[in-house]
């Protein structure tokens, strides 16, 4: 799978939106963005994935650049249960099955 | 919540000794994967399924077994453990092994190899 880059770490507020960005400048066309997340002493969690255009979903937004090459996982309204390292993954159509986790964003959020 | 289950949740064993981890699914997903998670290495696949007695090897695959009989159950076997498989493993389970496809992952087991 193509190389992502993340902050090592982010901090934000109890309630307030959050702006998880990843680079993924070698992307290529048929390569998705895939977004998972890891709470203390749990298994990783699937959040949201797109090719494309933004998607949507119950736990989350993606919001995916003109020219793919970076992506922002966006939480709309952050609860202490959000806190996290957070994984943005890209996975290569035809690639290897596995995902491959780089060190991901530790999320920090403040009461 | 995906059903997913993972067996034992915890185990310590001794060196030299066979030890089987069982995932168990509920969703007839037709992929299952195990991984391991350490320190300084995130996540690496050992062993995947793409289909009853259908197998191929991860990254890190040396010392690791697999035996998928049943659409739900995919065990991983250590056949003489040592301590440099001391690890988390992570039982994943999806639909399909396509890139467009997600990933549900289990509660993990703690192994502890002295």
């Known amino acids: 799978d193509a190389k992502t880059t993340q902050p090592n770490s982010m901090e934000s507020n109890e309630e307030e939106p959050v702006h998880l960005p990843c680079n993924h400048s070698?992307?290529?066309?048929?390569?998705?963005i895939h977004w998972y997340r890891q709470l203390p002493s749990q298994g990783p969690e699937y959040v949201i994935h797109?090719?494309?255009s933004n998607v949507n979903n119950r736990m989350a937004s993606l919001a995916i650049a003109e020219d793919r090459k970076s992506s922002t996982l966006i939480l709309h309204r952050a609860t202490l249960r959000d806190a996290a390292v957070y994984y943005c993954?890209?996975?290569?159509?035809?690639?290897?099955?596995?995902?491959?986790f780089g060190k991901g964003t530790h999320l920090i959020i403040q009461p | 919540d995906a059903g997913i289950t993972q067996s034992p949740r915890h185990k310590v064993t001794e060196t030299g000794t066979p030890v089987t981890l069982r995932c168990h699914q509920t969703?007839?997903?037709?992929?299952m994967y195990w991984y391991r998670q350490d320190p300084g290495h995130g996540l690496r696949l050992i062993h995947y399924?793409?289909?009853?007695?259908?197998?191929d090897k991860g990254e890190v695959s040396d010392g690791y077994s697999v035996s998928r009989s049943k659409t739900e159950d995919f065990l991983l076997t250590l056949e003489s453990a040592t301590s440099s498989q001391t690890s988390v493993y992570f039982c994943a389970i999806s639909e399909s092994g396509t890139a467009a496809y997600e990933q549900y992952f289990g509660p993990g087991t703690r192994l502890t190899v002295t």
């Open positions: 797109g090719l494309t």
């Open positions: 399924s793409y289909g009853v007695k259908d197998t």
């Open positions: 993954i890209l996975r290569e159509e035809g690639g290897a099955d596995g995902l491959t």
């Open positions: 969703e007839n997903h037709r992929y």
């Open positions: 070698t992307i290529s066309g048929t390569d998705y």
